[in-house]
Nanobody, 123 residues
Protein backbone atom coordinates (compact mmCIF):
# COMPACT_ATOMS: atom_id res chain seq x y z
CA UNK A 1 0.00 0.00 0.00
CA UNK A 2 1.35 3.41 -1.02
CA UNK A 3 1.03 5.68 1.98
CA UNK A 4 1.27 8.93 -0.01
CA UNK A 5 -0.89 9.76 -3.03
CA UNK A 6 -0.60 13.05 -4.91
CA UNK A 7 -3.22 14.73 -7.05
CA UNK A 8 -3.93 18.08 -8.65
CA UNK A 9 -1.33 18.22 -11.39
CA UNK A 10 -2.14 19.20 -14.93
CA UNK A 11 -1.52 21.64 -17.75
CA UNK A 12 -1.73 25.36 -17.04
CA UNK A 13 -0.67 28.52 -18.82
CA UNK A 14 2.14 30.67 -17.49
CA UNK A 15 0.83 32.96 -14.77
CA UNK A 16 -1.82 30.47 -13.73
CA UNK A 17 -2.28 28.51 -10.52
CA UNK A 18 -2.58 24.92 -9.39
CA UNK A 19 -3.05 23.29 -6.01
CA UNK A 20 -1.45 19.93 -5.40
CA UNK A 21 -2.72 17.63 -2.69
CA UNK A 22 -1.03 14.74 -0.96
CA UNK A 23 -3.06 12.33 1.12
CA UNK A 24 -1.31 10.14 3.66
CA UNK A 25 -2.76 6.83 4.76
CA UNK A 26 -1.54 4.42 7.38
CA UNK A 27 0.81 7.00 8.91
CA UNK A 28 0.59 8.92 12.16
CA UNK A 29 0.40 11.94 9.90
CA UNK A 30 0.56 14.65 12.55
CA UNK A 31 4.00 13.43 13.67
CA UNK A 32 5.58 13.58 10.21
CA UNK A 33 7.43 16.40 8.51
CA UNK A 34 6.04 16.74 4.99
CA UNK A 35 7.61 18.10 1.86
CA UNK A 36 7.29 18.55 -1.87
CA UNK A 37 10.04 17.84 -4.36
CA UNK A 38 10.09 18.15 -8.11
CA UNK A 39 12.08 16.70 -10.96
CA UNK A 40 12.17 18.24 -14.41
CA UNK A 41 13.25 16.26 -17.49
CA UNK A 42 17.02 15.84 -17.55
CA UNK A 43 17.46 17.45 -14.14
CA UNK A 44 17.99 16.25 -10.62
CA UNK A 45 15.37 16.20 -7.91
CA UNK A 46 14.82 19.59 -6.27
CA UNK A 47 13.39 20.31 -2.85
CA UNK A 48 10.50 22.75 -3.24
CA UNK A 49 8.92 23.17 0.18
CA UNK A 50 8.86 21.66 3.65
CA UNK A 51 6.39 21.99 6.50
CA UNK A 52 6.93 20.89 10.07
CA UNK A 53 4.71 18.33 11.75
CA UNK A 54 2.75 21.03 13.55
CA UNK A 55 2.51 23.21 10.47
CA UNK A 56 4.25 26.18 12.05
CA UNK A 57 7.66 26.04 10.37
CA UNK A 58 7.91 26.24 6.58
CA UNK A 59 10.82 26.26 4.20
CA UNK A 60 10.80 27.20 0.51
CA UNK A 61 13.35 26.94 -2.25
CA UNK A 62 14.42 30.36 -3.50
CA UNK A 63 13.00 29.54 -6.92
CA UNK A 64 9.44 29.34 -5.56
CA UNK A 65 9.52 31.73 -2.62
CA UNK A 66 6.66 34.19 -2.77
CA UNK A 67 4.76 32.12 -5.35
CA UNK A 68 4.19 28.75 -3.68
CA UNK A 69 2.70 27.96 -0.28
CA UNK A 70 2.73 24.68 1.63
CA UNK A 71 0.12 23.98 4.27
CA UNK A 72 -1.42 21.01 5.98
CA UNK A 73 -4.57 19.88 7.71
CA UNK A 74 -3.55 17.44 10.42
CA UNK A 75 -7.16 16.55 11.12
CA UNK A 76 -7.93 15.47 7.58
CA UNK A 77 -4.40 14.31 6.62
CA UNK A 78 -3.70 16.13 3.39
CA UNK A 79 -0.77 18.38 2.73
CA UNK A 80 -1.16 20.97 0.00
CA UNK A 81 1.12 22.90 -2.30
CA UNK A 82 -0.55 26.04 -3.64
CA UNK A 83 1.32 27.18 -6.73
CA UNK A 84 0.67 30.68 -8.08
CA UNK A 85 2.27 32.72 -10.85
CA UNK A 86 3.47 29.54 -12.48
CA UNK A 87 6.32 29.69 -14.96
CA UNK A 88 7.42 27.25 -17.68
CA UNK A 89 10.47 26.48 -15.48
CA UNK A 90 8.07 25.02 -12.91
CA UNK A 91 7.27 22.18 -15.30
CA UNK A 92 8.18 18.94 -13.54
CA UNK A 93 6.88 15.85 -11.83
CA UNK A 94 6.03 16.85 -8.28
CA UNK A 95 6.49 14.37 -5.46
CA UNK A 96 5.17 14.38 -1.93
CA UNK A 97 7.48 13.06 0.79
CA UNK A 98 7.21 12.31 4.50
CA UNK A 99 9.72 11.70 7.26
CA UNK A 100 9.88 12.09 10.99
CA UNK A 101 12.92 14.37 10.78
CA UNK A 102 13.51 17.60 8.90
CA UNK A 103 17.12 16.60 8.30
CA UNK A 104 16.20 13.45 6.41
CA UNK A 105 13.50 15.11 4.40
CA UNK A 106 15.59 18.11 3.36
CA UNK A 107 18.39 15.72 2.39
CA UNK A 108 16.05 13.87 0.08
CA UNK A 109 16.19 10.77 2.26
CA UNK A 110 12.55 10.72 3.28
CA UNK A 111 11.05 7.46 4.47
CA UNK A 112 7.97 7.72 2.27
CA UNK A 113 7.38 9.04 -1.24
CA UNK A 114 4.39 9.43 -3.45
CA UNK A 115 4.33 8.35 -7.08
CA UNK A 116 4.33 11.90 -8.41
CA UNK A 117 1.98 14.15 -10.32
CA UNK A 118 2.87 15.95 -13.55
CA UNK A 119 2.72 19.73 -13.71
CA UNK A 120 3.17 21.32 -17.12
CA UNK A 121 3.27 25.09 -17.57
CA UNK A 122 2.94 26.38 -21.11
CA UNK A 123 4.36 29.73 -22.23
Amino acid sequence: QVPLVESGGGLVQAGGSLRLSCVASGLPFSTYVMGWFRQAPGKGRELVAVISSGGVIRYYADSVKGRFAIFRDNAAKPVYLQMNSLKPDDTAVYYCAADQTVVNLRAGAAAYWGQGTQVTVSS
